[in-house]
């Protein structure tokens, strides 16, 4: 079966740096999309990076331009989220996503898988 594994959340102080990983089994990772999303506390989960199966571009939330960089290693089917100048409201529970469209006789079939979630909290 599918699995998201989450890891390298934690407590860190503001202006510090995390690097989130996420590592895929059970699909053939190269051809999905894969994003990272959070959820604060008493928040909806939101959409904080996204990078495309196919050449690699990326989209970011207007709150982590500049801070946070996603990234993805096929050969090692990991996806990365890079954290820079953390902020106490980056504090959440972020998740990893894997999302692909598939089109068959003009209707749209989606798979979509998530991890577990890992706690990234920004306190002093």
């Known amino acids: 079966q599918v699995q998201l594994v989450e890891s390298g959340g934690g407590l860190v102080q503001p202006g510090g740096s995390l690097r989130l990983s996420c590592v895929a089994s059970?699909?053939?990772?190269?051809?999905?999309?894969m994003s990272w999303y959070r959820q604060a506390p008493g928040k909806e989960r939101e959409l904080v990076a996204v990078?495309?199966?196919?050449?690699?571009?990326?989209n970011y939330a207007a709150s982590v331009t500049g801070r946070f960089a996603i990234s993805r290693d096929d050969a090692k089917n990991t996806v990365y989220l890079q954290m820079n100048s953390l902020k106490p409201e980056d504090t959440a529970v972020y998740y990893c996503?894997?999302?692909?469209?598939?089109?068959?006789?003009?209707?749209?079939?989606?798979?979509?898988?998530w991890g577990q979630g890992t706690q990234v909290t920004v306190s002093s």
């Open positions: 996503n894997a999302r692909r469209t598939v089109e068959i006789l003009r209707k749209e079939y989606e798979y979509e898988y």
């Open positions: 059970g699909l053939t990772f190269r051809i999905y999309a």
């Open positions: 990078i495309t199966s196919v050449g690699g571009s990326t």
